[in-house]
């Protein structure tokens, strides 16, 4: 939020005493739903919640607005999908408190994020290299922590993505083969 303020002080529409008030109503009613939350799939199996977390999850990544103009893009259901696999993961925890920190990291994550993100993409577009860097070092850092293989195939994965990807498709541009046929477009040839 304060990042976002910084970021378009002048084109905020609302005061930052409206925003608090928002903020605050937002985390009450989330920490008073957080036993309802734990509860709420005590019925359903750990499988269960674990296909629907990924399938969701997967819908969120389907979804989502990557900055191009595609039917499939809605951020609303991306938003929705992301929103019901972190509660099903956050059912899954073992305290009230735990489920009420997932059901917020996860609106801050999947909500606030990708407008930030945006936002700064849209008024500070020289920091948007920095900004990649910057959070695939930190993703680096913070699985370290918890698994050095996980972090070791983080850094593949980047790598992958990054560099040997981009550099195969490259070079198989040269085997590309276009074949012309009566499917093709009609061409007017210029006539004598």
């Not at 929103?83 to 059901?103: D, I, K, N, P, Q």
């Not at 020289?126 to 850094?155: E, K, N, P, R, Y």
């Not at 550099?167 to 009566?182: D, S, T």
Request: neutral net charge; hydrophobic residues 50%.
């Amino acid at each position: 939020y304060i990042l976002n303020r910084l970021l378009l002080p002048s084109s905020a529409s609302k005061s930052v005493s409206e925003d608090l008030k928002t903020i605050i109503q937002f985390v009450a009613v989330v920490f008073l739903l957080s036993p309802v939350l734990k509860t709420l799939t005590d019925s359903i199996s750990t499988d269960t919640i674990y296909c629907m977390t990924v399938l969701m999850l997967l819908a969120s990544l389907l979804f989502h607005d990557y900055g191009t103009d595609a039917a499939l893009v809605s951020d609303t259901v991306s938003l929705n999908a992301s929103v019901f696999a972190s509660v099903c993961l956050a059912s899954r925890l073992s305290t009230v408190t735990h489920t009420f920190a997932m059901v917020v990291l996860a609106m801050q994550v999947f909500a606030l994020w990708p407008v930030l993100q945006r936002n700064i993409k849209i008024y500070k577009p020289d920091t948007q290299v920095f900004l990649t860097w910057f959070l695939c070092v930190l993703s680096v850092g913070v699985m370290s922590m918890v698994s050095s293989i996980a972090a070791v195939a983080i850094v593949c994965t980047h790598l992958c993505i990054t560099f040997l990807f981009p550099y195969i498709l490259i070079q198989l541009q040269q085997f590309k083969n276009n074949i012309h046929g009566p499917w093709d477009e009609a061409t007017v040839s210029p006539t004598a």
